[in-house]
């Protein structure tokens, strides 16, 4: 086998966006303290490029030698990614100000995490996606502990990355007998070497079930949850903020591309497992979040019932059902920016405001920051006509079509119940007196994009045909 | 864009810019609120005088692609059932804000716009013609009542509206199942369509029960009815009418626009369950009715038992196909469809009418207690006089729309059980008992209470909201013609859909 040069213009993202990691190190070392926005811009202005290849990707092509893939799945990936990073990014610049936290690393560090979703979301082959998943994770456990003086963090990041690299040991095994077994390390040959038939079922089996365990895990599926409410409460909002939204579009990728794309044959192996694995989630994410009373703990829990309904949806196992829950995964990261775009709007100078109690009388305070969390809160319950419904509505579509009304109803019963904890934030905001009168102080860029993001979240769900075209187009 | 459309989105437009110019000392919010609701009242009255009264289909249609993905559609239009239910809407909302012009202290242009916005939505529930748009005003509203009574409510405001809430949620998310089943099968949202398609007991069944839940929680009906005495109670005057007047009506229509023309052979198997519950609603939440001490509570238990009149004429229709043979079978179903009908126009203004009565003592006294009432007739001669005739429009008394709506029921009730007539009309006596004895200890007697004594007559402004709605009682219950008229080719297309199989 001779030497094939790689076709590099399907990956100039990822290649735009490491030369721009390099360029943003290399002038932050340059940048006193009082020009630190100029590293905000420069990372922004990374993503945006960065966006703008990933998104002039048409078709599909397979290079280096098949182990990368652009197709309209990870075009869409990456660029709501892209997206959502920069969001985050202008989210976080205050918060990180105040309290003195505003070093080059945070945006480096969460530059290195995207490059890494954006080789999982592009992986075809085991050891890529590996790779990106370890790229992600890593830069993930060190910004959890990036704020050093904070032993809250710190204990929250030994957690995350204890947990995380047993994980990523359990996946890197199945990974390890899927090799052996089929003798390829490229999704799609395993996957034919699994459809041939010939293989050992146990060890297949094992496998199998090895890698939907360190996927599992990358989601905050139950019982693979516990390190999410720690890592969230623990981590400052603005990482929180970072790890609450675009890593789980990077883990759709790896969902997709392992068990759909290289263990579709064994799909009735794994979607017992799978569909198990949601119930379970639905059900304690959306108990536990009650008995909250910090906002991030509560949306912690809110996450892995959220993470339920997507399983849920993409374990019926048909083209509908994956892609209701890219539709959901894509929509939850929106709403979830959201959110914690306001948690972090919430909380001042050397005071954290992540407890429930400190959204009281928030109406009266400002009246429109009010009216954007309501937006995201309803949308989150799933009422229509926010884009929250139409996820929902998706993944049911999805799931009475794969004859599982049964579990439908068990995911609309559950949402009711989480539709409490949700409800008890507008209370809180809206029926409550204020304990202080101030009104919320931020820039006007945050501002916009905070309102833009809630009232987006309103209009993906009155026009929300576009974004579900997208969706279908990306699934095929 | 078509009247239904400017129906829907005026108010809620309006909403927007009451809550953008929000509180200020000139009280634009009040006169901008005002001015929405009186032009959307005004634009809603061509549904009346353009209305078709020979067609049983669906006029004003309009019809758009919304999501195609899912064959979604923005399909509005309205037949002779839902006409009246929009114009009841557009009547109330702008007495509701007139009647919270002064009485709303806190934050006034919040107030004015969730109602303008839940009008807009409510129009939207009576006009949509797809599932999926029906749904989405369905329960797109839960959000501005939620907020209404939280904010603007009494003392346990946050327990009722959070139980309002969530009892309303948990009964529709089932329907909503049931219409995506009903979309992949028929492959459209179309309620037309969803009439027409085929479906086996056994799927009738299940769909049955899934928007029985859903709507007879919106009634409500017994025993999922204890949200409402709660919320009635606790939410402000406006709320409790919208609340009566309005949100409850779609439990009904709900039952006349679904259940029976898409399910009518689950309905004919579970009409004797229907009817038991509507009975039970009618005799036992009667006698719950009487022992209540509190005005609102007992104005919501009467609510309840008014309902139930509406539910047992839609459900009484199998039991007389089932007794037939006469000629009289078809005059029979119509007689109580019609009955049901006319009772929730008429008891949306008379427990409308009842309810803003409560809330011009309560404005005065800040009690909603009957002990602490007594002789209010001798301190507010007028009030007393409008107050004495809503309560006996409310028993039913001949010559109100009152009467109409439950001797219609009770008529076809008989032709399919002397006993279901027999029991329902012992509303006649359980009606007249509560509401009465309310009256007569609330409005007569001596003055017990010092308060009382210094209570003021009722205000041009009050004295205007309940005039208008005497006035139209009384124009209902004497001449109801136009009314059923206008219902009557709606109810037969419907009877031709419910008494036809469809096994």
Redesign the interface.
């Given at each position: 086998m001779g030497f094939v040069a790689p076709e590099l213009g399907p990956a100039l993202a990822e290649i735009v966006l490491a030369t721009g990691i390099c360029v943003v190190m290399l002038a932050d070392l340059f940048l006193s303290q009082r020009l630190r926005g100029v590293t905000l811009l420069l990372s922004l202005a990374t993503l945006t490029v960065a966006a703008w290849f990933a998104g002039a990707v048409d078709g599909t092509t397979l290079t280096f030698s098949g182990s990368y893939i652009a197709d309209p799945l990870a075009k869409i990936l990456k660029m709501f990614t892209l997206l959502i990073v920069g969001v985050v990014f202008v989210y976080s610049n205050a918060y990180l100000r105040e309290r003195n936290l505003l070093k080059g690393e945070y945006y480096l560090l969460g530059l290195f995490a995207t490059l890494g979703m954006l080789v999982m979301i592009s992986a075809h082959n085991l050891i890529t996606m590996y790779l990106g998943l370890e790229l992600m994770s890593l830069a993930l456990y060190a910004m959890v502990a990036f704020d050093r003086d904070s032993p809250v963090a710190a204990e929250s990041a030994m957690k995350y990355f204890v947990l995380g690299a047993i994980a990523s040991g359990v996946l890197l095994y199945g990974m390890s007998l899927l090799y052996g077994i089929t003798g390829s390390l490229q999704l799609d040959e395993i996957a034919a070497a699994l459809a041939a038939g010939d293989t050992q079922r146990p060890a297949v089996l094992l496998a199998t079930t090895f890698v939907l365990v360190g996927v599992a895990f990358k989601f905050g599926a139950v019982p693979f949850h516990n390190w999410v409410p720690d890592v969230y409460h623990g981590a400052p909002t603005s990482v929180t903020l970072f790890i609450g939204t675009a890593p789980k579009l990077a883990a759709f990728a790896m969902l997709t591309r392992l068990l759909h794309t290289g263990l579709g044959p064994e799909a009735l192996a794994w979607q017992p497992m799978l569909t198990t694995l949601a119930v379970l989630s639905l059900v304690l994410g959306n108990v536990v979040a009650i008995a909250q009373t910090n906002i991030k703990r509560m949306l912690a829990y809110s996450t892995i019932a959220h993470v339920g309904f997507i399983l849920l949806g993409f374990a019926a196992g048909t083209a509908e059902g994956r892609q209701a829950a890219l539709f959901y995964t894509i929509i939850y990261s929106i709403m979830a920016a959201g959110a914690f775009g306001i948690v972090i709007l919430m909380s001042r100078r050397g005071f954290e405001s992540d407890e429930l109690d400190d959204f009281r009388g928030l109406n009266q305070r400002s009246p429109w920051f009010a009216a954007m969390m309501l937006l995201v809160m309803v949308s989150m319950i799933g009422i229509p006509p926010f884009a929250g419904f139409f996820a929902k509505l998706n993944v049911l579509a999805a799931m009475v079509g794969a004859n599982q009304t049964g579990l439908a109803v068990i995911a609309v019963l559950f949402s009711v119940i989480g539709a409490f904890y949700y409800l008890r934030v507008i209370r809180l905001m809206y029926f409550d007196e204020p304990v202080e009168r101030t009104p919320l102080v931020a820039g006007m860029d945050v501002r916009l994009l905070l309102s833009v993001n809630a009232l987006g979240v309103l209009l993906l769900g009155l026009f929300a045909n576009p974004l579900l075209k997208l969706c279908a187009v990306a699934i095929g | 864009m078509g009247l239904l459309s400017t129906l829907i989105w005026l108010p809620i437009l309006g909403g927007a810019v009451v809550l953008a110019v929000g509180d200020r000392d000139s009280r634009p919010d009040r006169w901008l609120a005002l001015l929405f609701s009186l032009g959307t009242f005004a634009l809603s009255l061509a549904l009346y005088t353009d209305f078709d009264f020979a067609t049983p289909g669906m006029q004003f249609i309009e019809r758009a692609a919304?999501?195609?993905?899912?064959n979604i559609q923005y399909f509005l239009g309205v037949d002779g059932i839902s006409t009246p239910l929009i114009l009841l809407t557009t009547f109330l909302t702008p007495m509701i804000i007139v009647a919270g012009w002064t009485v709303i202290k806190k934050?006034p242009a919040q107030y004015m716009a969730a109602f303008l916005i839940l009008e807009g939505l409510m129009i939207g529930v009576f006009a949509a013609l797809d599932a999926?748009l029906f749904?989405?005003f369905w329960?797109?509203m839960?959000?501005p009542m939620?907020?209404i009574i939280?904010?603007w409510g009494g003392e346990r405001?946050?327990y009722a509206?959070?139980k309002f809430?969530?009892y309303t949620?948990?009964g529709s998310?089932?329907m909503?199942?049931a219409l995506?089943?009903m979309?992949?099968e028929s492959g459209s949202f179309s309620i037309l369509r969803f009439q027409e398609m085929p479906l086996g007991l056994n799927e009738q069944i299940w769909i049955f029960i899934a928007f029985l839940i859903a709507f007879a929680v919106k009634v409500p009906m017994w025993p999922v009815h204890t949200w409402l005495p709660d919320a009635h109670v606790e939410a402000p005057t406006g709320g409790s009418v919208i609340l009566a007047a309005v949100l409850l009506k779609m439990g009904g229509y709900g039952f006349i626009r679904f259940s029976l023309p898409i399910t009518p052979d689950a309905s004919a198997s579970l009409d004797g369950l229907m009817i038991a519950l509507s009975l039970i609603a009618i005799v036992y939440i009667g006698f719950v009715a009487l022992v209540q001490q509190d005005m609102k509570k007992l104005i919501a238990y009467s609510s309840i038992a008014h309902m139930g009149f509406v539910t047992l004429g839609f459900f009484v229709a199998w039991a007389i196909l089932r007794n037939g043979g006469s000629q009289d079978t078809a005059a029979g179903i119509t007689l109580g469809i019609t009955g049901g009908m006319v009772q929730m126009i008429s008891h949306g203004l008379i427990s409308g009418a009842l309810f803003l009565c409560v809330g011009v003592m309560y404005d005065r006294m800040h009690s909603r207690q009957i002990a602490d009432y007594g002789g209010v007739i001798n301190v507010m001669p007028k009030f007393a006089a409008l107050m004495v005739f809503f309560a006996l429009a409310n028993a039913g008394l001949p010559g109100t729309s009152g009467f109409v709506g439950e001797f219609f029921v009770i008529l076809a009730s008989y032709q399919a059980s002397f006993w279901y007539a027999f029991l329902a009309a012992t509303t006649l006596i359980l009606g007249a008992a509560y509401t009465l004895w309310m009256v007569k200890r609330v409005i007569f007697g001596d003055i017990v209470n010092d308060n009382v004594k210094t209570l003021s007559d009722m205000n041009g402004r009050e004295g205007f909201l309940l005039v208008i709605l005497a006035l139209s009682v009384l124009a209902l219950g004497v001449y109801p013609a136009p009314l059923v008229d206008m219902m009557t080719p709606a109810i037969e297309n419907l009877i031709s859909h419910i008494t036809q199989s469809k096994l």
């Open positions: - | 919304w999501i195609p993905q899912f934050r999926m749904y989405v329960e797109a839960l959000l939620f907020i939280g904010i405001r946050i509206t959070l809430f969530l949620f948990l998310v089932l909503l199942v995506i089943y979309y992949l």
